[in-house]
């Protein structure tokens, strides 16, 4: 295996932030027990909801497809352990802030025993890059960087257009999450195998794997399946850590020296990015026979007894994770699904771990950032963030509502990475604002949908009412001519009939 190369484009801004990893990577990936019940949410990716196929009552299997798909934006939900069907219902859950959510609830029989049906796909190589996304879509597989788009129909977008690399994403930028990490540690190879995979069904001939420098047993475990497997299209990259560089566009950027252009998409400059996470999930799928029903998460922070990483079943409670870990210590205070910058502070652990679950983090206090101030215009917001956006114009206009602006002045591109709050000596959250903001673009595209909708409906009503009166009009006038032709005739006949009268006489 040749040395990992470090030839890179540069990436704009950014901060190296504390890693606090050490906390969790001290020791090797433990199996989480099987809880009691499993609380599996219908939505745990982008697009859709998954639809129940089972009922209450019904007994299921370890990787029974129980919730399938009937979009072309969505994912289907596997059983993580056999049991009962004890409940389909709403349950709180973290992608909506503790808010519910639909969940399919299993009370586990404690046999793990799985379906007959989980074989692994004989010969993936066999199969067309279509058939193969097939396959992919119905292992449940979504992006477990954080952002569980459904895999397979990322995919599909990507092959519909010219494609020169593939880049699996083992950089972990974000401080205390460290899943990947133990990961490419202990199972290199399920990623090196996974990527294999994701080359056949983007029939792409180079790939690059890319982790951070501070990386080193991810490293050294990555060249050595990469040496076992002696596949001479896979290259192996480092990066310098510094946050966020595995954001896909930074990604590109720094691998490729190719820029994603403002409202693009990585396939736009001919590359797919896939996380080290869902390429090992693609393995277990794929060659395994494995749907995806559990993932590696961290659990840390200095308000965790026992930080460490886990593989958990999907639909275990934060709970029994967090109590499995040691419990909380005296000092937690917060609790964060996710990391500390793009992760969601939540008020309740009673909440399901979900394909999106990288990281549960537990903080012994809320920093004091001290109060909120005007902007004094210093750039440092800018300076840092890696989009290259403004974002104190873009706070003055998140507060004065004008969407044309933010529009204007790249909004959508924002990545939330919250670079700018960190800097910002006014202790304005800019990037909490951006979120509000982009929310209610959203709520106003939406609602402009809807109207467009509704103004289709009524116009195309009108016309068809239009359509009805003037078919009306011309049925009327028609039976008017013919009553009037009619009635000519009989008076001409009435007419001859007189005169055949009077010669007569
Ligand atoms: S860092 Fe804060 S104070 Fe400085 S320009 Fe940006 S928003 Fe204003
Ligand atoms: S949160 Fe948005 S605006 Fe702020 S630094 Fe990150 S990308 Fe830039």
Known sequence: MSAPTYDLGKLHGG???PAEKRLATNQSIQLLPLPEQLFLPLSQHVGDAAQPIVNIGERVLKG????????SLSAPIHASSSGKVIAIEPWPVARRYGNRAPCIVIECDGDDKP????????GYESLTPDD?????MRGGIVGLGGAVFP?????????SGPLDYLILNGVECEPYISCDDML???????????AQILMHALQLSKCYVVTESDKPEAIRSLGEAMGKIADDRLILKQVPTIYPSGGEDQLVQLVTNLEVPSGGLPTDVGCVVQNVGTAAAIHRWINLGEPLISRITTITGDGISNPLNVSARLGTRVADAVEFAGGYTDRANQLVVGGPMTGKSVTTDDIPLVKATNCILVLSETPDIGPEMPCIRCGECSAVCPIQLLP???FWYACADDEKQLRKHGLTDCIECGCCDLVCPSHIPLTADFRQAKARMLEMADEKARAERARRRF???NERLAADKQQREEELANQKRQAKSIGSAEIQAMLDRSKEKKEDD
């Not at 379906?115 to 004989?122: F, K």
């Not at 193969?132 to 992919?136: A, D, E, S």
């Not at 895999?151 to 092959?159: E, P, S, V, Y």
């Open 15 to 17: 901060l190296r932030l």
């Open 64 to 71: 029974q497809l129980i919730a399938e798909t009937d979009s």
């Open 115 to 122: 379906i007959d049906a989980m074989e692994s796909v004989a």
């Open 132 to 136: 193969l996304l097939l396959q992919i």
């Open 151 to 159: 895999t397979a129909q990322k995919l599909m977008a990507a092959i």
């Open 184 to 194: 490419m540690r202990e199972r290199a190879e399920e990623v090196i195998r996974g």
């Open 392 to 394: 104190q114009q873009l």
């Open 459 to 461: 116009e195309s009503r």
